[in-house]
């Protein structure tokens, strides 16, 4: 009989890699653009599918409970905090993510955001284009070879940002439970608790993934620690921050700035004001992104379902027990 695999939503409009990868394996693809998660029980009922790919539909326990004999469940990318994994492993089914396809580019965009926040960037060019020219209205700017950057975690990404602020002469730290200390000096990164890497970094670039843990992980009590000439960036997930309390920081000075590529709702409120501040830079959750990412992040992907389907071993199972 032959196997189904339903986008169940999707960002990169037409499907013309997932769909030669499937066809070429004589897997049907079923594509939907689906918000909740009755919709999608429905649509596993209704396409009989053997496996889900998803960008941020809601999987949870009582869609899996529902979805008997679903064997795979794929996200576009690398966080899973929208499919709740231990139902999944407790339905028999492997929950997948890719989570190497973008470690160059989110890397390169906390760093460019980082700069932009140092150099005051964007300041000097809405100056230049209200008409002004004035080097003094970035001030202060410190010297990145006399700074500090901290990175709360020390997974691939954050190993790759370590690797680009030495170029730049920045001492390293990191603050990461999983990681032992001499797997990090072997990268040139100090490793220290999170007190420590708030007290002493001039600038924090964010890096966990969204857990119960983690959510609201830097709060008033943190931003309260951290230096007034700090910079804080984050490409991680935007509920790790407590944007709220961010805001409040920024408008104390117990900071001095922040570059963010996440919210924890995007897009954000209209009324959100942590968008109007000039001393905030915002991507689109866009750290992602490049022409090339998303082509791996595809193949990657849909390789690795089908490969399930055909009894493979899958190269990125997040519940290999499982197995």
Same mark, same amino acid.
């Given at each position: 009989?032959? !196997? ?14 997932? =769909?030669?990868?499937? /066809? ?9 653009? &689906? ?5 999608? #029980? ?19 326990? /009582? ?23 231990? @139902? ?13 396809? @973008?470690?160059?580019?989110? #890397? ?11 150099? #005051?960037?964007?300041?000097?060019? =809405? ?5 002004? $020219?004035? $080097?003094?209205?970035?001030? %202060? ?5 006399? #700074? ?28 990461? %439970? ?21 007290? =002493? ?19 008033? /009590?943190?931003?309260? +620690?951290? !230096?007034? /000439? ?19 920081? &920024? ?36 750290? $992602?992104?490049?022409? %090339?990412?998303?082509?791996?992040? +595809? !193949?990657?992907?849909?390789?690795? &379902?089908?490969?399930? &389907? ?14």
């Amino acid at each position: 009989m032959e !196997k189904t695999i339903l986008v169940t939503d999707q960002i990169y409009g037409e499907l013309d890699i997932e =769909r030669e990868i499937t /066809s070429e394996a004589g897997i049907e693809l079923v594509e939907r653009q &689906l918000e909740s998660a009755e919709a999608v #029980s429905e649509a596993i009922e209704e396409t009989g599918a053997d496996a889900l790919a998803l960008t941020f539909a809601d999987i949870s326990r /009582s869609v899996l409970e529902r979805a008997d004999g679903l064997e795979a469940v794929g996200r576009y990318g690398i966080g899973v905090d929208t499919i709740d994994v231990p @139902a999944a492993t407790e339905n028999g089914t492997v929950v997948l993510n890719v989570p190497d396809y @973008a470690i160059d580019e989110v #890397s390169t965009h906390a760093f460019a955001l980082l700069l932009a926040c140092v150099r #005051s960037v964007t300041a000097y060019d =809405r100056d230049i284009k209200e008409g002004g $020219w004035d $080097w003094e209205i970035g001030a %202060p700017i410190p010297r990145l070879s006399e #700074s500090t950057l901290g990175l709360a975690g020390f997974g691939k990404i954050p190993r790759r940002v370590a690797e680009k602020a030495a170029g730049f002469g920045l001492e390293v730290l990191a603050q990461d %439970p999983y990681i032992d200390a001499d797997e990090m000096e072997a990268q040139g990164v100090e490793k220290v608790g999170f007190g420590e890497l708030l007290d =002493r970094s001039d600038f924090v670039s964010v890096h966990t993934p969204l857990t119960e843990e983690t959510e609201g992980m830097f709060g008033s /009590s943190e931003f309260e +620690r951290m !230096k007034d /000439s700090a910079i804080l960036v984050n490409t991680s997930r935007g509920a790790v921050v407590d944007v709220p309390a961010l805001n409040a920081a &920024l408008e104390a000075g117990e900071i001095a700035g922040a570059g963010l590529d996440v919210l924890p709702e995007e897009p954000p409120a209209d009324d959100e004001p942590i968008v109007d501040r000039e001393d905030v830079i915002m991507t689109p959750h866009a750290a $992602w992104y490049s022409e %090339p990412s998303i082509v791996e992040l +595809r !193949k990657t992907l849909f390789s690795d &379902l089908v490969g399930i &389907l055909q009894g493979e071993e899958p190269t990125n199972p997040v519940n290999p027990d499982v197995l």
